[in-house]
């Protein structure tokens, strides 16, 4: 497949979100690690924001091509979301900024970001649905058992990012040992 230049900007700026935050991305920056123009980032995205909000939608569809490949397999919905929930959490863990910059608060409109965010909870919420109809969730609103699950995950992976939650420490567990426990709460074997 061939990277577009588009690509190339986005992957520059992946490095430096993931190095050094969301202060340590500018166009300018993005546009010499990818070997263009200073000038030609800004033929892509209008500003740095826009920068954010695209390097935030394409992680997005990451995930959501991740659980819809896995949704397609053999394996269980329920181990299928109880997966994909776990390495949501590692990933917070690995991926700090981006976990922050995803899910913190914008305040620009991204209808990229919009349309893949409602594609990423779209396919979650599959999830959710496929695992009550396997009995392996509990019968009810489905849209606010994942908001239950999103809650949780996020959270804990937040507070394992803080330092407020550790195995051997704080809490007793990390957010991937937290998300099982709520599923086997929510499902006794």
């Known amino acids: 497949m061939t990277r577009t230049t588009r690509d190339l900007l986005l992957d520059a700026a992946e490095q430096l979100l993931d190095a050094g935050g969301v202060e340590a991305v500018t166009l300018r920056e993005v546009g010499r690690r990818s070997g263009v123009s200073h000038n030609a980032p800004y033929k892509h995205f209008a500003n740095k ?6 390097i935030a939608a394409r ?6 091509d991740r659980l819809t ?22 990933w917070a863990q690995e991926y700090p900024a981006r976990f922050k ?12 970001l919009a349309e893949a965010a409602h594609a990423a ?12 109809a396997g009995g392996a969730l509990p019968p009810g609103d489905p849209e ?10 996020h959270g804990a992976a937040d507070l394992e990012l803080a330092g407020h939650l550790a195995p051997d420490g704080k809490g007793h567990a990390d957010a991937p040992t937290l998300i099982d426990d709520l599923l086997t709460y929510l499902h006794p074997s």
């Open 101 to 112: 910059l995803i899910y913190g608060r914008w305040t620009t409109h991204s209808d990229e």
């Open 49 to 54: 924001e826009a920068l954010l909000a695209a």
């Open 144 to 153: 606010r058992l994942l908001a239950l699950l999103r809650a949780l995950a």
């Open 121 to 132: 909870s779209a396919q979650l919420l599959t999830a959710v649905r496929a695992a009550q």
């Open 59 to 64: 992680e997005l569809r990451r995930r959501r």
């Open 69 to 90: 490949t896995a949704l397609a397999g053999a394996e269980p919905p329920e181990q299928v979301l109880r997966r994909s929930l776990r390495r949501y959490a590692e």
